[in-house]
């Protein structure tokens, strides 16, 4: 709670009406669980009304037109860095990879609208995901995207709209959450800091992303983050429909090392890790092949930023799974992890790179720690705190959904 956000519990007039752990019990050993019992027959078959002038709808997705509306809400509207030089672009592509996921509903795309304009000016989302806590899974809802148009803030829609994800969860069975926001709320399970690492510098200092240090030169900036142009790693290459099941495989050893980690079925795995072949590519996922065996697994994705400004765009790619068979030894060798991890993710921003995209971000999560420096990452200033909704943990080491960067 000391973050620059942070404050009292009491200030929370919403959150502390809510099941998530307080403020001032952290450390404490409990013993993980819901923190609330509810049925389903006790929850309210309607929303909550909203005040006069706007009404609830669903948006559906699969419509360019509706998809549109989203996108340009969140064009305009969505998160900015403390400066305001950047908001999140999401591209009608990137919005369907994240919340048309296997398991998604039409009625988790829950938006309001102006009765009169027809406006949308508020949106939430939600999927279903598989969520471990040690050695407990349970399915919960992954909420993301929740926006308020600028000039309906501070009005107390967000509680409602998160009220509201709440309902039509809790009516589909479904009694815990996870999210994650820039923001300190009651109270994190999990918070990582943003790593940065260059790979077209001279647009990221020319959009004011990278400040030239003191005593340095543009040209050695370019120097210090130039790549080779192609991958070393023996045996890399994309991943395919046919990797599927040996990367679920392998991901489920891996992520059994943290604390708290998703789950994922064959079906989710090829909907995260594949990319689409008939639309902008979102997603680029590789794995290494060592004698017919898969070894090694790594991904990211890109989210553009609007550079305001000027109205350009950043490329951002954001590291998401890995997975790798050198973490997996028994008695664990983290000096033989540190290599391998350093070797894939060096190819990682190659790859990158060759995809045009400008800057690689990494979160200081999973067994990020071996490979940040020496990859010539810099720590950023946004942190990322994880949430759970109505479930109690005792503190979780390397937290992990990097999913939840989106
Ligand atoms: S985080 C990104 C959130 N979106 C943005 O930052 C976009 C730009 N900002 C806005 O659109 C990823 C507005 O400022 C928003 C707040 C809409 C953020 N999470 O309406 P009021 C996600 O999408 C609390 C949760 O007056 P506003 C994850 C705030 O603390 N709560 O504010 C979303 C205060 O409560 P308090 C947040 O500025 C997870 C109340 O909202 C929040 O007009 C959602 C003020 O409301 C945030 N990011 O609109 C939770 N930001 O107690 C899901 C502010 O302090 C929970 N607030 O009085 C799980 C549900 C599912 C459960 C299933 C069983």
Redesign the pocket.
């Known amino acids: 709670a000391s973050g620059k956000n942070a404050?009292d519990m009491g200030?929370?007039?919403?959150?502390?009406t809510q099941p998530v752990p307080k403020f001032g019990e952290e450390g404490a050993k409990v013993e993980d669980g819901p923190l609330k019992m509810q049925k389903v027959e006790d929850i309210d078959k309607e929303p909550q009304p909203l005040v006069a002038g706007f009404e609830w709808v669903t948006v559906d997705l699969m419509d360019d037109g509706e998809i549109k509306e989203v996108y340009e809400l969140l064009n305009g509207?969505?998160?900015?860095d403390d400066e305001a030089m950047f908001r999140f672009n999401y591209i009608p592509e990137v919005l369907r990879w994240a919340m048309m996921a296997p398991g998604w509903q039409r009625k988790y795309h829950i938006g309001v609208r102006a009765s009169q304009s027809r406006k949308l000016v508020?949106f939430?989302s939600?999927i279903p995901v598989q969520i471990r806590v040690r050695d407990k899974t349970f399915t919960?809802?992954e909420?993301?995207?929740?926006?308020?148009h600028k000039k309906?803030?501070?009005?107390?829609?967000?509680?409602v709209?998160?009220k509201e994800?709440?309902r039509i969860?809790?009516l589909d069975g479904?009694?815990?959450?996870l999210?994650?926001?820039?923001?300190v709320?009651p109270r994190p399970v999990s918070t990582s800091r943003y790593y940065h690492r260059a790979l077209n510098w001279k647009k990221l200092h020319a959009c004011g992303f990278s400040p030239l240090p003191a005593g340095s030169k543009p040209e050695y900036q370019v120097r210090k983050y130039a790549l080779p142009e192609t991958t070393a790693t023996k045996g890399l290459r994309e991943m395919q429909d046919k990797d599927v099941d040996a990367v679920v495989g392998l991901l489920k050893r891996y992520l059994g090392r943290y604390d708290m980690a998703p789950e994922f079925a064959a079906e989710e795995a090829r909907h995260w890790f594949l990319p689409k072949k008939d639309s902008k590519q979102v997603i680029w996922s590789y794995v290494v092949e060592d004698n017919g065996k898969i070894t090694d697994f790594f991904s990211f994705f890109c989210v553009e930023s609007s550079i305001i400004k000027n109205n350009d765009v950043l490329r951002v790619a954001y590291l998401f799974y890995y997975a790798s068979e050198a973490g997996l030894s028994e008695p664990f060798d983290k000096p033989a992890l540190k290599t391998r991890l350093n070797a894939l993710i060096n190819d990682a921003l190659i790859l990158a790179k060759r995809a045009k995209l400008d800057v690689f971000n990494a979160l200081s999560l999973m067994d990020n720690a071996l490979f940040l420096e020496q990859q010539k990452f810099g720590a950023g200033d946004g942190q990322l705190h994880y949430?759970l909704?109505?479930y109690r943990a005792s503190p979780i080491s390397g937290g992990v959904n990097a999913k939840n960067q989106l």
């Open positions: 404050k200030a929370y007039k919403f959150w502390q509207h969505y998160v900015e508020a939430i939600a919960s809802s909420v993301n995207f929740l926006c308020v309906l803030r501070g009005k107390r829609l967000a509680p709209l998160i994800v709440t969860s809790n479904v009694w815990q959450g999210y994650t926001a820039g923001v709320l949430y909704f109505n």
